[in-house]
């Protein structure tokens, strides 16, 4: 949707979280004296202090706030819809069957855009990956923006938009639904089930990802997981350019490629012109599966002109993201990692594939989301693992997952139901050997108990630490 649609109708923004709090300042912005709805679930006392100073005091905005913000939708032209407001609310879908228009940041992003945007999906990796591209991209001397859910708001940053502007966006699933729009290089990362509490099925979460690559043309880039069963699918389905990304790119992978060909990083954007990026000892991200990110992030570079010596530089030096297997510290001879973000079963798998034998306490559990916890079950019980401190609710659906495959589990395992962090770093002190590894990797999402997954590992962290300071030998 183009800016100059939305000047006349009337407009209701759809969820003040942050997107919603940027769109509000953008839109009022250009239109200082046009009247804006706005409708969340929460009453006005109840907003965060940010969301509501940016409420009060104007004469121009129009409120639909708490039990029944849904209510009024029909009343407007064009609704701005947040991510992750369910397409399935019935007040919703009647708006949609009355013609009313929908859009959201990204659509307006994109449709405003000047520059060149590079969009990042997956169940995971998304953050690292953006992340990745964008210090790439500044070494080299690129200009360049880092938007969406790693970055700012890609509304904030519109106006500095120009033909030379590299805009690089993380997209979830719920900013890529309903968009008839593909980036000029998409980065499609791998896809396996997630929000199943929010999708009818995981075709259906699949069908939102694949938006990423849908509507690109010929002249545009997919930068795939080659590894993965449905990247390699929506890559076959792509009208656009692919670049197939592997931890095993040898010469059956036809360039253009990346990954990893022995123990190094290497990428061949063209046939003949094999260049090494980095050895994966030099990588400062833990994990093989890490090797597939910063490939993708390498591809990207070498796309849009950056130099493969300033790639592999910018990798060198970047630092890893909080909450993604964060090596908090050793405390009393056992050392602590932080996973907070592994909120499905095969990043926890990653994590302890990562870690290794020394994993012997392992904190799990969360809000329920329908995921299969079969396979994260086998390999807790192929694993050397004593001690399991499960968060409800998903804690009892992983216990009994390891009951049904370990008759004997009460005995192969120490397991405790806890209702708080503090207990559960309590319990995985007392019960983890010196010289040994607790990792929190929920294999969940940390929502009920904890705001969000930040919340729920700056917890862990603080309790581990305890006002202890770490042992520095241990850590070298």
């Not at 592997?246 to 990893?260: K, Y």
């Not at 890490?290 to 630092?319: C, D, K, M, P």
């Not at 297997?325 to 050793?330: A, I, K, M, S």
Request: hydrophobic fraction near 40%.
């Amino acid at each position: 949707m183009n800016i100059a649609d939305v000047e006349q109708p009337s407009v209701l923004i759809l969820g003040l979280g942050r997107e919603g709090q940027s769109t509000y300042r953008f839109l009022r912005a250009l239109f200082p004296e046009k009247i804006l709805a706005v409708a969340d679930r929460l009453q006005f006392d109840a907003l965060p202090h940010e969301s509501a100073e940016l409420l009060r005091g104007d004469p121009r905005v129009k409120l639909h706030l708490g039990p029944d913000y849904l209510q009024d939708l029909t009343l407007y032209d064009v609704i701005v819809k947040a991510p992750g407001i369910p397409v399935t609310l019935p007040e919703y879908a009647r708006a949609v069957a009355q013609g009313k228009r929908i859009t959201s940041q990204t659509d307006l992003f994109f449709s405003n855009c000047s520059g060149k945007i590079v969009g990042i999906t997956g169940t995971k990796g998304k953050s690292t990956t953006a992340s990745l591209i964008y210090a790439i991209l500044k070494r080299g001397g690129k200009k360049t923006h880092l938007v969406g859910n790693i970055g700012v708001p890609a509304l904030d940053v519109l106006r500095e938009s120009t033909p030379d502007t590299i805009f690089v966006y993380e997209l979830s699933s719920h900013q890529l639904e309903g968009l008839r729009q593909s980036p000029h290089v998409a980065v499609l990362l791998n896809i396996v089930p997630e929000h199943l509490d929010y999708y009818a099925s995981f075709e259906q979460y699949v069908a939102a990802k694949e938006n990423i690559a849908r509507h690109q043309s010929a002249d545009d880039w997919l930068v795939y997981n080659a590894d993965h069963v449905v990247p390699r699918e929506i890559a076959a389905r792509s009208p656009g350019r692919k670049l197939a990304c592997s931890l095993n790119a040898s010469d059956e992978l036809a360039p253009p490629r990346c990954g990893l060909v022995g123990e190094s990083v290497v990428c061949t954007l063209r046939a003949g012109h094999e260049e090494k990026i980095l050895d994966a000892r030099d990588s400062p991200l833990p994990g093989r599966f890490n090797l597939l990110n910063i490939s993708a992030a390498a591809a990207v570079g070498g796309l849009l002109g950056v130099q493969s010596n300033a790639i592999a530089e910018a990798v060198r030096r970047f630092q890893p993201l909080e909450h993604r297997l964060e090596r908090v510290g050793t405390y009393n001879g056992v050392t602590y990692y932080n996973d907070a973000i592994a909120t499905v079963p095969e990043a926890t798998i990653a994590a302890l594939d990562t870690l290794g034998s020394d994993v012997e306490t392992i904190l799990l559990g969360g809000a329920d989301r329908h995921l299969d916890f079969s396979r994260l079950a086998t390999r807790l019980v192929n694993s050397i693992v004593q001690t399991l401190i499960l968060f409800p609710s998903t804690g009892e659906r992983i216990w009994e997952a390891i009951r049904a495959q370990e008759p004997a589990a009460e005995h192969r395992f120490k397991h405790f139901l806890v209702n708080g962090m503090e207990e559960a770093v309590a319990l995985a002190k007392e019960h983890t050997a010196q010289g040994k590894i607790c990792l929190h990797s929920p294999a969940s999402p940390s929502f009920g108990l904890f705001r969000d997954y930040r919340d729920r590992g700056e917890q862990f962290k603080r309790f581990v630490r305890g006002g202890v300071e770490p042992q520095r030998h241990k850590e070298q």
